[in-house]
């Protein structure tokens, strides 16, 4: 089939303008007070003949608290100059080198100035600081009322809202990018020189709020907005900030970037909030990218309706956010919108749906292990719907986390954020020429790694005992599951050289880090034949420990532990909030299994998670356990000491680092330092451990884009479609890419056979030719024993890895440390003024000269490709074919469509 082209959100209905109008850029000397000052003032006529344009005197009237100029028009108006406020095309439009807000009255302008002419710019002043509550802002400032429409060229936009003109009230220039704001709120991105999309977004301003007071800086690269409601809005072109400020890192790099603060009261309904508009153009539909992974993994973004939730990594979110997180999202039309990563109580949504759930509904809520089988798999897809979603990309920075439809872990934790006394919303904004150029913009202002990943983790497979062993691996069983992999490689002529990672329960006990004696009676021994066989060895760890063992104890009486309240009665979480079926049988289930350790007789030391004590937290294991807490120097240094000397006890290479996300903390956590955000905890998760160590894997991320080794998918399915299986594979592959995660380890192929799930023929076959170009190959269940059609598949691609990959591999590694370069790319990456390349989700390209178009749809035996911009030829095949075209390629079982560049 072909890849699908979802259908973008409907574009706001617009009324068309009643009027041409044209402005003449002014370029005044500005002098002592009482000097005039020169601007060109265009006539826009309603017939849309020339304009007729002629300087207008602006005198300085005063110098603001920081020394800016304020500018007031001045002189009589013409007849025929000037409108009267009635929306009939015939108003002004006067452009300064500052934006420009109405006054209600000529107050000392000059005889015969119009109201509707009357034109003011001041200065921010501590009137306007963040926080200031609306009756105060009125009694200090001077208020602005209606005025002429300000009408322009492309970006000086008039909206129609009930049969109301709104009009923009001020500007921010940031180099080639002009921000214009309205007095609803909204706003206007656009380039100077009126190239490209104009990107639409809008501050959350109540509706009917009006504006209090506009200051604007007379070098229009900042402005203030104060509205009755008391939501705040300051503009500033990233160039303007200083580099003593460590609070606008994030940011200061974007080249013509504009960065945004809304300011809102504590009880503002949504919080401090910003909405970007997904698509303003029905003809040239913008697509979008970045952001999460999500359960349901759909490409591009706003083909989900993703429901506005917490923004922080997790494992299966109330709302479908995964593991693997960042804060900011690109368009194909070249938008970037990059949120502050440091944002308090940061909520996100993209396209999230419009029908309103009934009074009484069950919540979305956040579950671990067999809980998720009674949970759907999020976000939805907006096609599958009857209703569209909203069509706004949605960030709100809230008081607190408290929302009754969306249950989650830090709605019982405290941070400093909870002192504040107001709301503060930062997000920079820019627009580049395409996708590809924003999200290189992206990643300029992003951490980059120090070294590539080790030569073992991408160069052979990685083979886990996982998905074969589960919980029930043994010495034998791993010996066993390598000599088979040794037979099977020899037989195929491929030279070992792979990672052999023992998975979960190589412990006596969770946390332990020692092994179990019963399962694993000479692990040195065992270690020592497998390096012998060429493998290197890793195994599975975790930030836990469990409740009893020697190692909680210790560190209890350290104080390495996170603390807690006391956490809800069994009871009390079943009937959580106002559960529905769903969520209480699966919370129900899960206490039982927790309790009774059910199935019995997978090892020893199961159960006793029932009734949780203080700093104890439910995971999906069945055992009491606590978490280390990342914010003590101590508990680093303690956990990664214990780690080493692991590792030089019995021989091992590196670990594979799980769970880190911060779902995974006691009711009403409490660390040694108050953590600021919930990623905090997964970043020094990341940064004071596994980063300590060269081989090694993690699949929690957000911010922590110079770690040097592999960043897992979250655990997927072993089923075809896009929740969660083979389909959402290469989404997750390119969201990785424009978050600025190149170096991602896909995961198990075959998936993780949960829920009695086991692959067939085909779709081992598939997966296996879908992850063999990626920058890392992962196996647990071995295809030889799905099938020998498996198997051949499996080898072939393997092989073709071989040939075209691994030898570029080294090149596309440096690239991407050095500049966080995707390695596996999406199509738009190549040409991206190809509108053809921005939905396609079942393609990626490698470097610039490799197209990889692997079959994801279950019995197909064709499949249609598209080649971008270029020449190209198969793979194997001496025809050369032309770009900017699609293609029908044969596909059957054994083979994967590969293209390679012609030079």
């Not at 059910?598 to 998670?609: K, L, S």
Request: with cysteine; glycine share 10%.
């Amino acid at each position: 089939p072909p890849p699908s082209s979802s259908p973008s959100p409907p574009s706001p209905a617009r009324a068309p303008p009643t009027s041409r109008a044209h402005v003449c850029p002014a370029t005044p000397t500005l002098a002592g007070d009482g000097a005039v000052i020169r601007a060109r003032v265009v006539r826009a006529s309603r017939s849309g003949t020339a304009p007729r344009a002629r300087e207008r005197r602006v005198r300085r009237v005063g110098v603001g608290v920081a020394g800016q100029t304020c500018a007031r028009l001045v002189g009589g108006a013409r007849a025929g100059d000037g409108g009267d406020g009635d929306d009939d095309g015939g108003g002004a439009a006067v452009t300064t080198p500052t934006p420009v807000a109405a006054s209600n009255a000529g107050d000392g302008a000059g005889a015969g100035v119009r109201r509707s002419e009357v034109v003011r710019a001041t200065v921010a002043t501590a009137g306007i600081a963040a926080g200031v509550g609306a009756e105060r802002a009125r009694r200090h400032a001077t208020p602005v009322g209606a005025t002429a429409p300000m009408t322009a060229s492309k970006g000086v936009t008039t909206t129609r809202e009930g049969g109301v003109v709104d009009v923009a009230i001020g500007r921010v220039v940031a180099g080639d990018t002009v921000l214009d704001v309205r007095r609803n709120g909204g706003m206007t991105l656009f380039k100077r020189d009126g190239s490209g999309a104009a990107q639409t977004l809008s501050a959350g301003v109540t509706a009917g709020a009006s504006v209090v007071r506009a200051d604007v800086l007379a070098n229009g690269r900042e402005m203030s907005v104060l509205w009755s409601d008391g939501t705040m809005l300051r503009a500033v072109a990233t160039m303007e900030l200083t580099t003593e400020s460590s609070e606008d890192a994030w940011c200061r790099g974007i080249t013509d970037g504009v960065l945004l603060e809304v300011n809102a009261p504590l009880d503002a309904l949504h919080g401090a909030e910003l909405t970007i508009n997904l698509c303003d153009d029905v003809e040239k539909k913008s697509h979008w990218y970045g952001g999460a992974h999500t359960l349901t993994q759909l490409w591009p973004m706003e083909r989900a309706k993703i429901e506005t939730g917490p923004l922080y990594p997790f494992d299966h979110g109330p709302n479908g956010v995964g593991s693997v997180v960042a804060t900011h999202w690109v368009s194909s039309s070249g938008a970037l919108v990059f949120a502050d990563p440091n944002n308090a109580m940061l909520h996100f949504g993209m396209n999230s749906p419009t029908e309103s759930r009934a009074r009484g509904s069950a919540p979305r809520y956040f579950g671990v292990g067999i809980q998720n089988l009674s949970r759907p798999s999020l976000p939805v897809e907006e096609s599958t719907t009857p209703a569209r979603g909203d069509g706004v990309l949605r960030l709100q920075s809230r008081a607190n986390y408290s929302d009754a439809g969306m249950l989650h872990p830090w709605q019982n934790i405290r941070t400093e954020a909870d002192m504040r006394s107001s709301l503060k919303l930062r997000v920079a904004v820019a627009l580049e020429d395409d996708a590809r150029s924003a999200t290189r913009e992206a990643l300029k202002q992003l951490p980059k790694p120090d070294a590539v990943p080790a030569d073992a983790l991408v160069y052979k497979p990685i083979w886990t005992t996982w998905a074969t062993a589960h919980a029930d691996v043994t010495q034998e069983s791993t010996l066993s599951f390598a000599k088979e992999i040794l037979a099977a490689q020899k037989a195929a002529s491929f030279a070992n050289g792979s990672i052999i990672e023992i998975d979960d329960r190589w412990q006596c006990l969770y946390g332990e880090l020692d092994f179990d004696a019963k399962k694993f009676p000479d692990p040195k021994g065992m270690v020592k034949q497998l390096h012998d066989m060429n493998f290197l060895v890793t195994v599975w760890v975790m930030p836990f420990l469990q409740e009893g063992s020697p190692a909680c104890e210790e560190a209890k009486r350290l104080g390495y532990l996170m603390e807690g309240s006391q956490p809800p009665t069994e009871v009390g979480e079943i009937f959580n909030g106002n559960a529905g079926f769903g969520q209480i049988l699966g919370t129900a289930v899960k206490v039982v299994v927790d309790r009774v350790d059910w199935p019995p007789g997978h090892w020893e030391g199961g159960g006793g998670g029932a009734d949780l004590q203080p700093g104890q937290f439910r995971w999906w294991g069945t055992q009491p356990v606590r978490g280390i807490d990342f914010t003590n120097e101590d508990a680093c240094e303690w956990f990664v000491s214990r780690l080493k000397h692991l590792q030089e006890d019995i021989g091992l290479d590196g670990f594979k680092f799980d769970a880190g996300e911060p779902c995974f903390m006691p009711y009403g956590a409490r660390t040694r330092v108050p953590l600021k955000t919930p990623q905090e905890y997964s970043q020094l998760y990341v940064d004071k451990v596994v980063s300590k160590f060269p081989i090694s894997e993690v699949r929690v991320a957000m911010g922590t884009n110079n770690y040097r080794g592999l960043v897992r998918m979250g655990d997927k399915d072993t089923v075809w479609g896009t929740n969660n299986g083979l389909q959402s594979l290469i989404p997750t592959l390119l969201t990785s890419a424009v978050m600025g995660y190149p170096f991602t380890l896909p995961d198990i192929i075959g998936g993780n056979a949960y829920w009695g799930q086991s692959p067939d023929s085909e779709l081992m076959a598939r997966w296996a030719q879908a992850s063999a170009f990626m920058p890392a190959v992962q196996y647990s269940i071995p295809p030889w024993q799905i099938s020998e059609d498996a198997q051949r598949a499996s080898d072939k691609a393997l092989q073709m890895r071989e040939t075209l990959l691994v030898p570029r591999l080294k090149a596309l590694m440096e690239d991407a440390r050095d500049r966080l370069e995707p390695i596996c790319q999406p199509l738009w990456w190549l040409t991206p003024d190809d509108p053809e390349t921005f939905t396609i989700d079942d393609q990626f390209a490698v470097g610039r000269d490799i197209i990889v178009a692997p079959v994801v749809y279950k019995g197909a035996s064709y499949r249609r490709v598209y080649l971008p911009r270029g020449s190209w030829r198969e793979y194997e095949s001496a025809t050369v074919l032309n770009g900017e075209r699609w293609i029908t390629v044969a596909a059957p079982l054994e083979k994967l469509p590969v293209f390679v560049r012609v030079s």
